[in-house]
């Protein structure tokens, strides 16, 4: 179950990993752009390992900051719904404009 909720004026995601059962902070999506693509292209060796880097920068586990190892150590089901949440917030943001 996804929950909204409004920090200083920043939207947060929350979800729970349907594996381990923790509970996912997601910045505000808007925050996901060109530059943090760039940051991300040089923090990692491959452009596959991208995505899981922007999920790390957006995200919080457990109200504890994440890395891109933390991610992938996760269960693959826990991945894939940071994935799905991600691209469910970014569509959200797409149909508002």
Known sequence: MTNYKKTNEKQIY????PVSGKIVEMADVKKADGRMLMKARKMVD????????????????DG??????????????DVVEIENQ???????LILMQ
């Open 46 to 61: 491959d452009q596959i390992n991208t995505g899981i880097y922007i999920m790390a920068e957006l995200c919080k586990i």
């Open 14 to 17: 929350t979800f729970t990993l």
């Open 64 to 77: 504890e900051k994440v890395t891109v190892d933390d991610i992938l150590d996760l269960d693959m089901e």
């Open 86 to 92: 991600y691209v469910e917030q970014k569509k959200k």
